[in-house]
């Protein structure tokens, strides 16, 4: 969305849960009853002239189109209504995603492997063998996960945003 950034963002400042000013634009992510609203908005510092709205024509146009119609809703001062059920997780993607977090936190901070995979399962892990640990369904999950984590940390989060790529857990818009 394109405008000179300062009446909406006073508008939005309700909402705003986390900001980030960045050399693209002003990262935001709303509050909505829903579910989170995630927008940039790029400033032109043009006064007196109408926003702009880009939305990518490609396979995703309805999921995108749904996006900026709760993005309307809320700069109108109404409730922005529900997330489009591709873009909701559910219990068990919000629990994979948990688990990724705390793989790649662990990895980060230097915990051994297995310590961090008995912190995520359960302190059974640590009494296997070296090769019951990696014949073992929790060996296979704890790497899957740690890929999932590291597509996301490697910059995959901008292609599911960019509606590019399908992610395991969810298609973004």
Known sequence: MRGDGGDILSRLAPY???????????????????????????????????????????????????????????????????LPSNLRLSPQQKLRQVRMLCIVEGRRIGMATRRIAADIYGERILRLSRNEWRASSWHRAFYRDLDGAMFYLNGGHIALLQGLKQGGDSLAA
Request: one cysteine or more.
């Open 16 to 82: 705003a849960r986390a900001r980030h000013d960045g050399p693209d634009g002003i990262h935001l992510v709303l509050d909505g009853v829903a579910g989170p609203l995630r927008i940039v908005i790029v400033v032109d510092r043009q006064p007196d002239v109408a926003g702009t709205w880009f939305v990518i024509d490609d396979g995703h146009l309805g999921t995108r189109l749904a996006c900026v119609a709760r993005f309307g809703r809320l700069l109108a001062g109404q409730a922005p209504g529900l």
